[in-house]
């Protein structure tokens, strides 16, 4: 079995990014040029947070803070391990060598409750909250606390900050500048977690996210705090090379469950109890706090991301809507969860980018950004509101906002024999059934593998389309090139014989049969096995499910009326990508994407506490006639 990367792994090479690797044009000898310092800065509560400071020992001029907080350690990764203490400096500084080559006073800081810093940790910190347990704290009174203090203690600054992370990190940046320390000039949220109930980690369209948050949570634990070091981190032990198998063998969360230890389960209990959209998800869902922003914001993200590919597109929204004239820039690009940090950006998996858009990221747009707002450096040209990669063409492309306005909305329908077409089928009377079987679940890649794939998000779907419980639809030959940038809105007219159901939509990009292979073939580490041809390539653009009982309210949860055509709208998230001349357009619905999605029993249950019994087969109906006609909203480029 190829060895995959699992959000656990991802989580922490991102985490030790600037603490344990180096890039091939850097010069990783950091104590020539910085001087380290270690603080525990107080806040307000008197709860004292550990802080690495790196400062230059170039003191002819001033330098802006450059501060990352973190869950994940302040530490330095030295052979897999944590060392805390001055003599340990990391390969890296800051988001890439150009900042330290460029001079910056570099800050990284352990949050509440994690590793050397004292107080609690909260998961997703809420930032309004009514009472707070002794140690409990707000981001973005740490924040402030904390720039106060160095611009008060460290020599030679500028008396300007920014700030910058990803995921869990980029969830704290934008937590961080909330009412904004007035030093504060800059911050990156990138991969930011932001909601982890609408479509970041925890859950999507209702479903729970298995995979990776039982890998996540297994090793992400709570520990005593400041805790002793060194410290490692140490991945699930599944026994086996499938986590389809695994989990398919345990069936209910009760069971899934019952193979970790309670500390494990600390943190993942809750997630997995609050299974409907409620004030344990509300109040820790940080967009309608990010007001008072006075920095200029360049939020970023993937468009693989599996993590967290919401919450850039809802930080970004939501600092423009309630933070009128500050700069609020978007970046996305071809990448998985922070690949823009960790590697060249030039494929995933088979599919090939064509450049290495990772530095374009770090040099075109991230580097220049904080440059200027944190130095003054005019960069060569000036950074567009949005900058955002377009697969299939793959070329960059620039805008005044996000989606661009340009782009109308165009419905493609599900067609009688498996058709996919512009116009409303006229058809009366039609549809098209398949049984779903939670015992037998579709699974979300075609090849044994535990963890989630980086990979999986432009996964070839050749092996879903083969099955029975598969719905696919087809456009005939595109004889133009076909350009969607926007949200992705599933339209379906839906009946089933069950009482819940979960429907996953799935677009995707059919390669023609004479598409030439890739000499690269094989070469690549992230490229699962076997090796294929790419003619006839089925690539998921985008796919999410809808967990049925929550078509009206993701507060209330309504059983389905068996046999009852109802009608579902979601959103599968947003996407830029060109269907190119010669390409197909193919639309897959079914009801399990397994071990990705949680099993839905298709029994209206509490399904965190489901029992065997009540996993029972269903039939899916999905209807495509004139008044109940089913289809995809998609935004087109003219």
Do not use: C
């Amino acid at each position: 079995m190829l060895k995959q990367l699992s959000p656990l792994a991802l989580s922490l090479a991102l985490a030790f990014a600037g603490a344990a690797q180096a890039a091939p044009d850097e010069k990783p000898d950091l104590r020539a040029s910085y001087t380290k310092y270690e603080f525990r800065i107080p806040m307000r509560d008197g709860v004292r947070l550990f802080t690495a400071v790196y400062v230059p020992k170039d003191a002819s001029k001033t330098y802006p803070f450059l501060i990352e907080r973190t869950p994940y350690s302040a530490g330095v990764n030295v052979d897999e391990q944590l060392q805390y203490g001055v003599d340990f400096y990391p390969r890296r500084l800051g988001p890439s060598a150009d900042f330290s080559e460029a001079g910056y006073i570099f800050v990284k800081q352990d949050v509440r409750g994690r590793y050397m810093s004292e107080g609690k940790w909260q998961e997703m910190t809420p930032h309004a909250k009514a009472k707070r347990e002794a140690g409990e704290g707000n981001e973005s009174q740490d924040m402030h606390d904390t720039v106060d203090w160095l611009l008060k203690h460290v020599a030679n600054n500028n008396g300007k900050a920014g700030i910058y992370g990803i995921s869990y990190p980029g969830f704290y940046t934008s937590a961080s500048i909330i009412d904004s320390h007035p030093a504060i000039k800059a911050a990156s949220p990138q991969a930011p977690v932001t909601d982890l109930f609408m479509g970041d980690d925890s859950y999507h369209g209702g479903a729970f996210m298995l995979a990776a948050n039982f890998d996540f949570y297994a090793a992400f634990t709570e520990e005593k705090n400041p805790s002793p070091l060194p410290k490692t981190w140490s991945e699930f032990d599944y026994g086996m090379t499938s986590g389809y198998d695994y989990f398919l063998k345990g069936l209910t969360l009760p069971n899934i469950l019952s193979a970790m230890e309670p500390k494990q389960l600390a943190y993942l209990k809750p997630t997995i109890e609050h299974d409907t959209y409620d004030e344990f998800w509300k109040s820790r869902n940080i967009a309608p706090h990010l007001k008072g922003i006075k920095a200029a914001v360049l939020t970023v993200g993937g468009w693989f991301d599996s993590e967290d590919p919401q919450g850039p597109f809802t930080v970004y929204k939501a600092i423009g809507s309630q933070n009128p004239g500050i700069f609020n820039g978007l970046v996305v690009g071809p990448w998985v969860h922070g690949g823009w940090a960790g590697g060249e950006g030039k494929r995933l998996g088979h599919v090939k980018f064509d450049s290495k858009t990772s530095e374009y990221f770090n040099k075109k747009l991230l580097f220049p950004f904080f440059e200027e707002q944190l130095k003054g450096v005019k960069p060569a040209q000036p950074i567009a509101a949005v900058n955002t990669f377009e697969t299939g063409t793959n070329v960059w492309r620039q805008y005044s906002a996000w989606p661009p306005q340009q782009a109308r909305a165009k419905m493609l329908y599900l067609g009688p024999n498996g058709t996919l077409v512009w116009q409303q089928p006229a058809a009366a009377d039609a549809f098209d059934e398949y049984v779903s079987d939670p015992r037998k679940p579709v699974p979300y890649i075609g090849y044994p593998a535990t963890g989630v794939p980086r990979e999986y998000m432009v996964s070839d779907q050749r092996f879903a389309a083969s099955r029975p419980d598969v719905l696919t639809y087809q456009s005939d030959v595109l004889e133009e090139d076909v350009t969607i940038a926007g949200p992705v809105t599933p339209k379906l007219f839906v009946s089933t014989t069950g009482t819940d159901s979960d429907f996953v939509v799935k677009l995707i990009d059919v390669y023609p049969q004479d598409y030439p292979q890739d000499k690269e073939e094989g070469k690549q580490s992230d490229t699962p096995p076997p090796s294929l041809k790419m003619g006839g390539y089925q690539q998921l653009v985008r796919g999410n499910p809808l967990r049925g009982k929550f078509r009206h309210s993701f507060e209330k949860p309504e059983p389905f009326v068996p046999g009852k055509v109802e009608p579902l709208s979601y959103q599968l998230g947003d996407v830029q990508h060109t269907f190119r001349r010669g390409h197909r357009i193919m639309v897959q619905v079914q009801s399990s994407w397994f071990p990705l999605v949680d099993l839905n029993p298709q029994t209206f249950t509490n399904i965190p506490a489901a029992k065997p019994e009540d996993f029972v087969k269903a039939t899916q109906r999905v209807y495509h006639a004139p008044g109940t006609a089913s289809g995809l909203q998609l935004m087109v480029m003219p």
